[in-house]
């Protein structure tokens, strides 16, 4: 069974940074692309990362080039995303979705949430 | 960015009904469409890629259509389970786009 864990989420202050994890399972992770995908509290989905599997390739919103980093590392089935000179328009639910072919997120983990307000 | 436009964003339908939302692209997607299901406190749940593709597992009654620029899910035979928020998106060129979303209720 395909599992996606995100942890690392919280509250904190304009200008902060903070550092997402999503660990997979259930499948083999450094095959696979993966994103970040974003929801503001009662808004709806920003796609903001994708990392190719073997991370050759980073795409980003460009709300967050710049400031947001994706990473992965396949030895610890462990995807990232590094969030800098955070917003309060950054407050969201952060989902990490596995890409079962370019563009598309079969999988999802059950979100993180991110809260930025001084 | 590619605009992705939804209809209705609210819908209200008894059970049994057919239900139909619509996904309109601001230039030629090229069938790159998907739709995803998200339950209340859920996170979204991919039901349809490639405009017309079901993912596996997803119940029958789902179907989607379209292409170009024009795309709907239908809901054939409307269950107590399949209230929720539907999105569309388009993978065909970055940055990946969401519709605003269409949520369903039962009458």
């Known amino acids: 069974e395909v599992q996606l864990v995100e942890s690392g989420g919280g509250l904190v202050q304009p200008g902060s940074s903070l550092k997402l994890s999503c660990v997979a399972s259930?499948?083999?992770?450094?095959?696979?692309?993966m994103n970040w995908i974003r929801q503001a509290p009662k808004k709806g989905l920003e796609w903001i990362a994708l990392?190719?599997?073997?991370?050759?390739?980073?795409y980003y919103a460009d709300s967050v080039k710049g400031r947001f980093t994706i990473s992965r590392d396949n030895s610890k089935n462990t995807l990232y995303l590094e969030m800098n000179s955070l917003r309060s328009e950054d407050t969201a639910m952060y989902y990490c979705?596995?890409?079962?072919?370019?563009?598309?997120?079969?999988?999802w983990g059950q979100g993180v949430m991110v809260t930025v307000s001084s | 960015d590619i605009r992705m436009t939804q209809s209705p964003a609210s819908l209200s339908a008894s059970l049994g009904e057919t239900v139909n939302i619509e996904c309109l692209a601001s230039e030629d997607i090229y069938s790159d469409l998907a739709w995803y299901q998200q339950k209340p406190g859920k996170s979204p749940q991919l039901l349809i890629y490639n405009a017309n593709s079901l993912q596996n597992g997803v119940p029958s009654r789902f179907s989607g259509s379209g292409s170009g620029t024009q795309y709907s899910l239908k809901i054939n035979s409307l269950q107590s389970e399949d209230v929720a928020t539907y999105f569309c998106?388009?993978?065909?060129?970055?940055?990946?786009?969401f519709g605003a979303g269409t949520k369903l209720e039962l009458k």
């Open positions: 259930g499948f083999t992770f450094s095959n696979y692309g």
């Open positions: 979705a596995k890409s079962g072919a370019i563009g598309l997120f079969d999988y």
């Open positions: 990392i190719y599997y073997d991370s050759s390739n980073k």
């Open positions: 998106q388009q993978y065909n060129n970055y940055p990946y786009t």
